[in-house]
RNA sequence: GGCGCGGUACCCAAGCGGCUAAGGGAACUGUCUGCAAAACAGUCAUUCGGCGGUUCGAAUCCGCCCCGCGCCUCCA
């Protein structure tokens, strides 16, 4: 089975041949770091992340690149507003940035460039541009004519003409097409800005993507990432630029996008005001039930968020985590291994339901589906523990799989032990209510199991003895 | 106006030409239990927005219609 990927540019479902395997270049627009991240930044770098963890696991090596847009419009404004630095504020915001993505186990980029540290690649780029007759040069700035690009729309599917019944593009009269973009701005005073060929300014927001993407994935590479919103105007424009200047083709193999955050069913957005950040969202609920909750759409379909969807979630990925730490309780409590024939049929029916899983991440990333092969697989498991499997080597087995087919997906889920008291008071008040109950002394013994759920521990009986986990 | 996406059980959500329409949440019944909890067993869409068509066969393809959403302006 091969990894098949929905591909923006063709409209299709391909098969993934990188470039020059093992190796996987990808590219994800960043964050424009002027404000805190929200729950639709979350899901977009989320979903990237998994599929960068399933390549890996597929056997690629990813070098994975994602920009920060460290000087734009929002940034100023934001800036001016505030009284500070342009680049303080950025930092601040990068910074808070990662902290969130930490919290949703997204991994770290292999680079991070920033725009303000390219500006002489991208002065380079536009130069390269102009000498080629492709940008012109107005009094405001530098722009790229769309017309002498004959494949300029070739990845949102729109031409230029289409659009011209909308009659909601710019109000630019200079331009010589309403879709000409700017590659470099001239500055207006007190902005932050650099010499150029063009005088003091700026450079546009596209071409800071095609100068950092290729700096580091080279003139050609396979995945493009970044949000539905984005193919239009901003990736159509960054492949209008590379391709223009370098003259290969293609610029990216495979660009793909992911769905909205909804709030009520519409897109969740700085401008609209119905946004969540991240930083709220983590005060009501475990960051991890959060991926989880993601990860239970495909990347590609909207999902609405609120507040019962994530607890619904909460409730299936607490399933997990209870099997989990069920399994390693009776590992503890096994008193004997598994012949070698056992273990080794168990690791047979095991197997079946990671194909399953990998079906479904080679169908263009079905989290969906992956995490149903995992329910079935707990499923799997829990009939062969009901009819008394106790063999620590296909106890073992099963947390195995269990946990690496979650961890592909990103899903950390912890020791499950990580309390504020100390284990040994747990395990002493566990022992007292047992004695208890071997009294007959119920009212003591539920009394404990009082006392325990206010230091924030749910104990189970197992024929095994008494079990306990953290409230959740 | 142009380009595009989606409508599957009470909720979320896979499936995209043919095995009994995955999986999760909620609910209900039973087993187990001092009580719980967890787990297990069972129930929960003769049907996939509507109407036609193609086909031996359609949730899946085609046409029309209804509804919701996105992009075309900064946006993950």
């Given at each position: 089975m091969t990894l098949r990927i929905y591909n923006t540019l063709t409209r299709k479902k391909e098969d993934f041949v990188p470039l020059a395997p093992p190796a996987v270049n990808m590219y994800v627009c960043g964050i424009t770091p002027y404000d805190e991240s929200h729950v639709g930044h979350g899901r977009a770098y989320v979903v990237f992340d998994t599929i960068r963890r399933y390549l890996e696991y597929c056997g690629f090596r990813v070098k994975y690149v994602q920009n920060v847009t460290d000087v734009d419009d929002k940034i100023i404004n934001k800036s001016r507003e505030l009284g500070i630095d342009s680049s303080v504020l950025a930092t601040k915001f990068t910074q808070s940035f990662l902290d969130e993505m930490d919290k949703l186990n997204v991994k770290r980029a292999d680079i991070y460039p920033k725009a303000t540290e390219h500006i002489p690649e991208m002065i380079r780029w536009i130069s390269g541009l102009v000498e080629r007759g492709i940008a012109y040069q107005l009094a405001d700035g530098v722009y790229f004519s769309v017309e002498k690009f004959p494949g300029y729309g070739q990845l949102s599917h729109r031409k230029p003409a289409d659009n011209e019944a909308g009659a909601?593009?710019?109000?630019?009269?200079?331009?010589?097409?309403?879709?000409d973009f700017a590659l470099w701005k001239t500055a207006k005073a007190g902005e932050p800005s650099w010499e150029s060929p063009w005088g003091l300014g700026r450079p546009g927001w596209h071409i800071e993507c095609s100068a950092m993407s290729t700096k580091y994935l080279g003139e050609q590479f396979d995945i493009h990432g970044g949000g539905m919103?984005?193919?239009f105007p901003h990736h159509e424009n960054e492949l209008a630029q590379t391709e223009a200047l370098t003259g290969k083709r293609p610029w990216v193999k495979y660009w793909l996008h992911n769905g909205f955050v909804t709030i009520n069913k519409q897109k969740m957005s700085k401008s609209l005001g119905n946004f969540f950040t991240l930083k709220d969202i983590f005060s009501k609920f475990d960051p991890m039930v959060v991926r989880f909750f993601f990860l239970l759409?495909?990347?590609?379909s909207p999902i609405n968020y609120s507040d019962s969807e994530i607890i619904a979630a909460g409730e299936g990925l607490n399933k997990i985590k209870q099997f989990i730490s069920e399994i390693e309780f009776l590992i503890e409590h096994s008193t004997h291994e598994a012949p070698p024939l056992e273990v080794a049929d168990m690791e047979e029916e095991l197997t079946a339901f990671r194909d399953k899983f990998r079906a479904a991440m080679d169908d263009d990333f079905n989290t969906a589906g992956a995490l149903a092969a995992i329910f079935e697989l707990m499923k799997y498991c829990r009939q062969a523990l009901a009819e008394g499997e106790r063999e620590a080597g296909c106890l073992r087995l099963m947390r195995d799989v269990v946990v690496e087919l979650t961890s592909v997906l990103g899903i950390n889920l912890g020791s499950g032990k990580s309390q504020v008291v100390s284990g040994e008071l747990i395990e002493e008040l566990i022992d007292r209510r047992m004695s208890a109950k071997k009294d007959k002394d119920y009212k003591k013994a539920d009394e404990i199991r009082q006392q325990l759920l206010q230091m924030g521990i749910i104990i189970e009986d197992t024929p095994q003895g008494t079990r306990w986990k953290t409230q959740t």
């Open positions: 909601r593009v710019g109000v630019d009269s200079a331009k010589k097409n309403p879709f919103d984005l193919e759409t495909h990347y590609r």
